[in-house]
């Protein structure tokens, strides 16, 4: 939907005011669209353009290294061939013209039109037609024009500011053409300003594969895969395309979002299409992720491939300052690329080596862990369900991401690691991994107590030992919450235990068992408390009534552990 409008009419209008007025710095506004102020020497001028609406394709687009001027027509519609002619005039600085825009009839005719303007006038202009999409004919000369727009002129502005002639740039525009090849698909469609509907409609579930960006829709519908299919599919039709000539290896990417497509989507997609490229024995040069020619609020997505050989690759690299793409090596090279940070979350040169008593108490350990982590994916969606009573729900997901990157952390520790080393790798990978308020304080805790244990003694830890560490892990989640007992927290659970396991004189497993089924009663009375802590305060009322999910989760796994003393 399109919600802010004046006149529906002049919306294209308007909003180039606001974005000449925005880049006055570099930009002047002439009849039809905007040019850059021209450049010192001067250089062929590359003029883009088409309707409005793609954004930041045309206007965007313009500025040093990039293109000289774009053409602004209304949305989705061809400016006319008065206002391709005026732009073009603006941008010409005596050493010719390239017009370039999408394979679309009227963009083809207008743009045709004011070429043979200027020509009457003595100025040396060159059209170059950008025509990526795969899906839109089988034949290449009849394909339109999509988000390959971005790459043909990326290539062309890199050159005219290099100082090629107008012949080379042509030829190298005509090259990066030939070699870029697109491949979209629609998840719903867009409106235009003022409309109530879109102007297509994509069935719920569904996708329409080979979208166009004027609002065509796919040509056609397929089940909505997941974002891994997806990716896999774009890449798989994409590189089944390779043009004719490209014998390199070397490809630039674009993972181009229509308008409405999150960039955390375009992330995950090219999770899948980046590794899917290399394995076809690609290399990668400088992707972009992001929203580069959109239509409107279209919900979408496409993968460009220009295939590069040097000249290409030389152009696409190249630095530009456009209004919204900007590209610099400088800094970028001023960093040490092929740095990676060490891996262990523990330093292995911290150990202190554990006699046969603290290995097996190690052990036992170890096997806690792995049972931990196999009752939280059993409860991952009732934790997650209680804490979407009153928080954000993703209480089960972040215990399951935090003792998985326990177990993992235990798993590889050393042989001769002893208990402490052990929780206290334990914790710091739970921290790291888990997420969310209960991560936090679970990691840094379980961490905390692992300094009450020695890994020097000649025992495994004492039942005084246990306690201490205990106390030393409530303590350290008091602290670090600032929360009291009855704010309804995971307190609510922890004290109650340590105040039982504390008072009771048996031996330590019967303790440990009485007072784990104290705080199972605790965390359940929850439910009665007003949350005062954590996610859950701003909807109070909604959680009475339900109890709070990292008491829940506290008391289970106190019990779990007391099922493994002896
Ligand atoms: P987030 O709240 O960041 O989404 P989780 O959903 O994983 O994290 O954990 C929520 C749990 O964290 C709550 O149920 C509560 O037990 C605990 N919690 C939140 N804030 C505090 C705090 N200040 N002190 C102690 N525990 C807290
Ligand atoms: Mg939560």
Redesign the pocket.
Known sequence: MTTLYNDPAEFSEDQLEGFVDLYSDRLVRVPGGVVTCPPRTPQVAVVVGGGSGHYPAFAGLVGPGFASGAVVGNIFTSPSAAHVYSVAKAAEQGRGVILTFGNYAGDNMNFGIAAEMLRAEGIDTRIVVVKDDIASAPDFDDRRGIAGDFTVFKVMGAAAAAGWDVDEVERLGNLANRRTRTLGVAFSGCTMPGADEPLFQVADGQMGVGLGIHGEPGIRDEARPSAQHLGRLLADAVLAERPEGATGDRVGVIVNGLGTTKYEELFLLYRTIAPRLREAGLEIVDPEVGELVTSLDMGGVSLTLLWLDDELEEMWRADAYACAYRKQAAPLNSIDASWTPGTSVVDVEDLVPAGAAGRAAAEKLRDIVRDVSALMHEQETR?GE??SFA?????G???VRGIDAALEAVRQAPEEAGPAFLLKAAGRAWAMQ??????V?WGASLEAAAAVLDDAAEQAPTPEQVRAAVARFAES??T????QQG??????AILPFREALEASEEPLPEAWRRAAAVATEAAESTAQLI?R????RPLAEKSVGHP???????AMILSLIGEHLV
Do not use: E, F, V
Request: no cysteine; net charge negative; charged share 25%.
């Open positions: 934790l209680i804490d928080g954000d729900g993703d209480h997901r972040g215990m888990a997420g969310g308020t209960s991560g304080l989640l008091q670090l919450g600032g929360a704010d309804k927290t995971l307190l609510d949350p802590k954590g996610r859950a709070d999910p990292g008491a829940i989760s506290m």
